[in-house]
């Protein structure tokens, strides 16, 4: 049996980077819906004071969460397929 050092290695590599990546994003998410909870806390009773800051949160966190879920599915189908 002989193995192939050096695929193994890229294999471990790209697995590593994808990980931290896809965690990063996460945590982007994350960061990008605590912003919009505080936006629209200080806004409190202003009105609609800061609404369009909120809407840029929350769309900025539906962005990573679904970069996220596509990488998860993606890795799904090439584990099923």
């Known amino acids: 049996m002989n193995i192939k050092w050096n695929a ?3 294999t471990a590599g790209i697995s590593f980077g994808i990980t931290v990546a896809v965690v990063t994003v ?3 998410g994350i960061l990008a819906l605590s912003r919009r909870e505080a936006v629209l806390e200080a806004a409190g009773g ?3 004071g800061g609404t369009g800051r909120a809407n840029a949160a929350l769309a900025g966190a539906t962005v990573c969460f679904a970069a996220c879920a596509a990488v998860v599915v993606y ?3 090439l584990i099923a397929g």
Request: glycine share 16%.
């Open 46 to 48: 202003a009105g609609s």
């Open 8 to 10: 193994l290695a890229q």
């Open 75 to 77: 890795g799904l189908s």
């Open 26 to 28: 996460f945590a982007l």
